[in-house]
C-alpha cells in the first residue's frame, strides 16, 4: 500500500489565486482529514469526513472548502488565498474504532505571497 | 474534548529511559489519551493509547495514574532518532477528531 498520498510537495500562490491540494488513501478508511500546521505550532483540524458524501468542519475552516466524492479521495479546494493560509498541509486517515491510529501523508507546504 | 498540558521542551540522554509526562486533570471518564509524535518535518505518526490501564507496545509505554488526571509516556532506551516533537491527546470515544496541543519538543542528544 502506498498510504496516504498528497501532491503538490511545495505551491506557491499569488494572493486571490486558488487551488486544490490532492488527498489520496488506498488502505480504504471510511475517515479523512486535513490539518494545517503553522510554524511551531500544532496541527489544527480545517475539515474531516467520515465517509463518502459526508464532510464536517473543524476548527479552522475558513476559506476553504472539501468534497468526498469517493472513499479514497478527499482534495481541499482554496478559493481566494491569503497570506494566512501559508502553512503546511497533512492529510490524514483512519479505519473507524477505537485504536484511531491516524495515518498522516507527508504534507503540503504551500506560500502565499 | 479535554485540554492537555506537556512541558515544551525536554532533553534525553542516548540510551537512556525518556520519560514524557502529560497533565489532563479534566478528562472525563469516557476519553481516551493518545500519544503521537512528529519527526521533523513529516506527518505525525500514532505511538500508543489507553484508557485507565497502562499500555506498552514495541514502540513505548504509556502510564495513566489511576485518578487519571495524568499520564507519562515512556521510551525506554532513547535513541537519536527519537528526537521529535511528542503530543499527548485526549480524545472522547464518540469523536474521531485529535485535537492537538503544541507537544513536547525531546531531544536526544549522543
Known sequence: NAGVTQTPKFRILKIGQSMTLQCTQDMNHNYMYWYRQDPGMGLKLIYYSVGAGITDKGEVPNGYNVSRSTTEDFPLRLELAAPSQTSVYFCASNPPGIRNEQYFGPGTRLTVT | ?110
Not at chain 2, 7 to 31: K, Q, V, Y
Not at chain 2, 94 to 103: P, R
Open chain 2, 1 to 110: 474534548d479535554a485540554k492537555t498540558t506537556q512541558p515544551p521542551s525536554m532533553d534525553c540522554a542516548e540510551g537512556r529511559a525518556a520519560n514524557l509526562p502529560c497533565n489532563h486533570s479534566t478528562i472525563s471518564g469516557n476519553e481516551y489519551v493518545y500519544w503521537y509524535r512528529q519527526i521533523h518535518s513529516q506527518g505525525p505518526q500514532y505511538i500508543i493509547h489507553g484508557l485507565k490501564n497502562n499500555e506498552t507496545n514495541e514502540m513505548a509505554s504509556l502510564i495513566i495514574t489511576e485518578d487519571r488526571k495524568s499520564s507519562t509516556l515512556i521510551l525506554p532506551h532513547a535513541t537519536l532518532r527519537d528526537t521529535a516533537v511528542y503530543y499527548c491527546i485526549v480524545r472522547g470515544i464518540n469523536t474521531d477528531k485529535l485535537i492537538f496541543g503544541t507537544g513536547t519538543r525531546l531531544q536526544v542528544f549522543p
